[in-house]
DNA sequence: CGATTTTAGAGGTCAGACCACTTCAAGTAT
DNA sequence: ATACTTGAAGTGGTCTGACCTCTAAAATCG
């Protein structure tokens, strides 16, 4: 299975790093979880300096490749995949991005994961939903930790959908949403309200029945929006825009 | 307007570098396009060796928030925002991402991307889409240039959805499928069909019929996704998926 | 046996020299 | 004059090697 990959930017010690690593996943031979070796070793085993090699993890562990253990070592990145945490924090500030916009983006990406999650879903994933179903109402009075269930909850449904990569996407989108919604939550909205529509979600999924699955995971997350005040904002008339973001002048494909 | 985000991992310095840019680029200081100062300089200016300095550069650069050119200068990323275009490569190959799966994410973002740019899309972008697709019927002989049209079309769309995070991510997916994309193309599929597609589905943007737009890139992907014989293999009964995806949990590494 | 100290190993930072690429202006040939 | 060549300045890329900090596990002490 062949990728390419232009890959444009950084140098070529960097893009040695990289393509090493990924040579190394895609053959097998490094998988989740993995401990690379010392950064002293590898740098001399690629002939070339650490403070290069250095460079190359640095890039890998930017997009979530790779995680970095000061004093421990460097090992391939497990759990949830996702397109670099702090990358959606960043680019959004660069461009603005607002906050009815994330609740958007999330809103469409996770009614379509329900759904998909109620057409493929396996017995595994309803019973780890059923579970956290059933944790969420155990710690109606804990919202810290009905929290830590709600987002298994909707992490679980990513996974069943079968679709990794839109799991990946949703889970840098949520998680770039995070703060706020610890916040929210403290301030105790009714957490048993939330966990019965989380049990209805359940439910829609668990007999395959996409359509209500998407409905309840729509509704079920508009509410958490107006929860938070984070609607999209009247739409204005004219005059300048929050921020513009005109057609972006020529920027043609590349070679 | 503060913004916390973890950024669980990186280093001190690391850190340090891309707060800093981070501030920078919230309080626009520095806008899209902006050169920042040599690396001599700002290292300085921080406080911190120049290679500290690199390090949190690299680790924005791979985030696809600043470009670097050798000899040149570094800058703030411009043109359409996108979450790393190479990490979904590596998270994908980590990850045994399909391209079915692939095609799948792309299907349903720009199908959803059109209805919402069917609803809010302002004259502007009827205008470049219009322009876009003359352009694509122009280039019925000429593969490689229409394929930069095509492409072109779908991003205006995008940004004419009003929801630059999905168009973000819409670049981010379809940047992956590029390469794939271009010796499909190349194989003269049916251009020509391809354009009338295209403009209908400009027609249903245009004439604000949300539904119809959807159905429309539905479609169109659809058709495209045969032509590239990537569509979703049959269901297997049962045995070993191809990659199991566990719920994941310790992270033990043996030395 | 349990708490504390030591130590080995891994990543983090630093300093300064030198290499490679881009630009662009001065110089030279036609 | 015009066009090609050359060279210097500026900026990122890489290297070396020493030293710092953090973690975890072994050694030691109470």
């Keep these: ?10 140098s070529h010690r960097t893009m040695q790093v990289v393509n090493h690593v990924r040579a190394l996943i895609e053959n097998g031979t490094l998988q989740p979880g993995d401990k690379i070796p010392p950064e002293r070793d590898l740098a001399r085993s690629l002939k070339i300096s650490r403070a290069s090699l250095r460079t190359g993890i640095g890039y890998l562990a930017a997009m979530g490749v790779m995680k970095i253990r ?7 990145a497990d759990g949830p995949p996702d397109l670099g945490k702090a990358s959606l924090s960043l680019i959004g500030a660069l461009h603005g991005f607002q906050s009815w916009q994330m609740f958007e983006a999330r809103i469409l990406l996770e009614s379509n994961l329900a759904a998909l999650a109620a057409e493929r879903g396996k017995e595994e994933h309803h019973a780890a939903m059923a579970e956290e179903v059933a944790e969420m109402f155990a710690a109606i009075k804990s919202p810290i930790e009905y929290l830590i269930h709600d987002v298994m909850f909707h992490r679980i449904i990513a ?97």
Aim: hydrophobic letters at 30%.
């Design 1 to 10: 299975m062949p990728h390419s990959s232009p890959e444009s930017n950084n």
């Design 70 to 76: 000061h004093g421990v070592g460097t090992f391939v």
């Design 159 to 255: 996974q069943a959908s079968g679709n990794p990569i839109l799991a990946a996407i949703m889970e840098t989108v949520t998680s770039s949403m995070y703060d706020k919604r610890r916040k929210t939550v403290e301030r105790a909205t009714d957490l048993r309200e939330s966990a019965e529509m989380h049990r209805e979600i359940y439910r829609a999924i668990r007999t395959r029945n996409t359509g209500e699955a998407r409905r309840l995971m729509d509704e079920h997350l508009r509410m958490a929006q107006t929860a938070q005040g984070m609607e999209r904002p009247m739409e204005r008339k004219a005059g300048a825009p929050t921020r513009s973001s005109k057609p972006a002048k020529s920027r043609a494909a590349k070679p």
